[in-house]
């Protein structure tokens, strides 16, 4: 297994995967169960699928795509989107997933993470952190699908998340979401110097060179990707794929 993970993130909306910019402009990228066996094939050592319509359309985990896909992946899997309550979060986890994933609720209902740490431990809560840039450069926390700004400081934020038990925080660049661009890496440092739980950096890898400098400057402890590993080209053809080992193992 490699030292530091590097985790396909898979967006999913309705019944198939899509691929966003800046958390807008979802494009189709196929059938999530095929996604799921190619990366099987490849041996990842983690997944991530985020359902992005959940929240907006108010509704709770989609059960059924949840246990399909679940039962394809061979991998640790996590799963975020539409768990607003320890009950879902438990049904979530007999499903076969290993981590629950939440982002608006952990900050609408703030005791509900310190519930899931105690309940089902926090090896098993991740809290997904969308951040972006203001007008004047200051980093905001968002919810809802990057549509609602908290004003919250994503690092004092990432603090209270610890305190409360998250056991690990999936930082997402809305601004360099898609992008391909590299990571912040200025946002990752300030966050996984202000918090001792591991921090996941998304939102900007396009190339393998990028994943350095997300750990050995910024300090993450694994970092996710989207773009990187379901296009292929300037013209951004869907083909889902990604790097052998010792490839990834050249990154560090």
Known sequence: MLRT???????LRGQGL??????????YVGDPI??????????????VLLDITATSERRGPNFKIIEEVASECFMPLGYGGGINSLEEAKRTLALGVEKIIVNTAAVEN???VARLADSVGSQSVVVSVDVKKSLFGKYEVFTRSGT??????????????????AG??????????????????SLIKRVTGAVGI?????????????????????GASALAAGS?????????AVLISYPDRARLESCF
């Open 18 to 27: 899509v691929k966003t910019m800046k958390f807008k402009d979802p494009k």
């Open 228 to 236: 990187m590993f379901v296009f292929q080209g300037k013209h951004r």
């Open 34 to 47: 095929n996604a799921i066996k190619i990366f099987n094939e490849k041996e990842v050592d983690e997944l």
């Open 168 to 185: 690990e925080l999936l930082l997402n660049s809305i601004d360099r979401d898609g992008q391909m661009t590299g990571y912040d890496v």
């Open 5 to 11: 993970r590097i985790i396909p993130t898979l967006l």
């Open 110 to 112: 703030p005791s509900l």
């Open 198 to 218: 591991p921090v996941i950096a998304c939102g900007g890898a396009g190339t393998l060179d990028h994943f350095g400098p997300a750990v050995k400057e910024g």
């Open 148 to 165: 609602s700004n908290t004003k919250l400081d994503p690092a004092i934020y990432a603090q209270e998340l610890e305190k409360m038990g």
